[in-house]
T-cell receptor, first 116, second 107 residues
Framework: GALVYQYPRRTICKSGTSMRMECQAVGFQATSVAWYRQSPQKTFELIALSTVNSAIKYEQNFTQEKFPISHPNLSFSSMTVLNAYLEDRGLYLC????????????FGSGTRLTVL | GQQVQQSPASLVLQEGENAELQCNFSTSLNSMQWFYQRPGGSLVSLFYNPSGTKQSGRLTSTTVIKERRSSLHISSSQTTDSGTYLCARTGGYKVVFGSGTRLLVSP
């Protein structure tokens, strides 16, 4: 079956430092990978969408300078939170699908970021 | 405004009662998905339901595309059903989530 492995599951970093999270698609080709953040008491916000053969598209309030993303092949994506501060804490989720018409999204289990 | 509106925001039930969760979309709907968010945060896909009715055990999802809405019905609720239920518009590459319904089922 199709799965998305996301790691680490949780991480703690000091204010001003950076942390990286990764997602691995298994059983399908992840032609698009989207990264989301769920801040405390909020729903998921789309950070950016990475589609094969297209530039990574960042949503308003999120930038490549802050959340650089790598999507080097059809099974792997990573995102780094640079200079993390308190407002960056929350649950980060990657979601992948095998194309715009692919039926379902497959999500990783999330990376919970705590910033001290 | 919000593209995906969920209601109710929270719901408290006694075990055995039924629950009806609603999801309304402000823009045209190609496809949608219902998710259950575990306490740890991870998402479990319940239904991919672009149209019509789908059932899985005690869960039933009904999507009416022309009315831009979908519902999730939980029958004979159990305490283990407690958690957050999210709907999302999933057509195309961009996925938009609703704000979720927090369900608490008490024994």
């Amino acid at each position: 079956g199709a799965l998305v492995y996301q790691y680490p599951r949780r991480t703690i970093c000091k204010s001003g430092t950076s942390m990286r999270m990764e997602c691995q698609a298994v059983g399908f080709q992840a032609t698009s990978v989207a990264w989301y953040r769920q801040s405390p008491q909020k729903t998921f916000e789309l950070i950016a969408l990475s589609t094969v053969n297209s530039a990574i598209k960042y949503e308003q309030n999120f930038t490549q300078e802050k959340f650089p993303i790598s999507h080097p092949n059809l099974s792997f994506s990573s995102m780094t939170v640079l200079n993390a501060y308190l407002e960056d804490r929350g649950l980060y989720l990657c979601g992948a699908r095998g194309g715009a018409s692919a039926e379902t999204l497959y999500f990783g289990s999330g990376t919970r970021l705590t910033v001290l | 405004g919000q593209q995906v509106q969920q209601s109710p925001a929270s719901l408290v039930l006694q075990e055995g009662e039924n629950a009806e969760l609603q999801c309304n979309f402000s823009t045209s709907l190609n496809s949608m998905q219902w998710f259950y968010q575990r306490p740890g945060g991870s998402l479990v896909s319940l239904f991919y339901n672009p149209s019509g009715t789908k059932q899985s055990g005690r869960l039933t999802s009904t999507t009416v595309i022309k009315e831009r809405r979908s519902s999730l019905h939980i029958s004979s609720s159990q305490t283990t059903d407690s958690g957050t239920y999210l709907c999302a518009r999933t057509g195309g590459y961009k996925v938009v989530f609703g704000s979720g319904t927090r369900l608490l089922v008490s024994p």
